[in-house]
């Protein structure tokens, strides 16, 4: 992997991450606040799914 996929990456990520605030901010704000509301064990739940969808997408595209 090149420096230049990683840097690509990170890109996208923050390209991604910042669409919802910037066109939604409202119910991005709501979003935030239901997850504040959530317990540990949820949210650690929801992110290795995240983690996993993830690895398995750049798996796919990657072979």
Same mark, same amino acid.
């Given at each position: 992997? &090149?420096? $230049?996929d /990683?840097f *690509? #990456?990170?890109? %996208? %990520? /923050? +390209?991604?991450?910042? /669409?919802? !605030?910037f066109?939604f !901010?409202?119910?991005w704000k709501? /979003?935030? &606040?239901q997850v504040?509301?959530?317990?540990d *064990?949820? +949210?650690?739940v +929801? &992110?290795?799914? $995240?983690? +996993?969808? #993830?690895? $398995?997408?750049? *798996?796919w595209?990657?072979?």
């Open positions: 992997m &090149a420096w $230049s /990683l *690509t #990456g990170l890109s %996208l %990520l /923050l +390209i991604f991450e910042g /669409l919802m !605030p066109i !901010p409202t119910r709501n /979003l935030i &606040a504040n509301g959530m317990s *064990t949820q +949210i650690r +929801i &992110a290795l799914i $995240s983690i +996993i969808l #993830g690895l $398995s997408i750049l *798996t595209i990657r072979h």
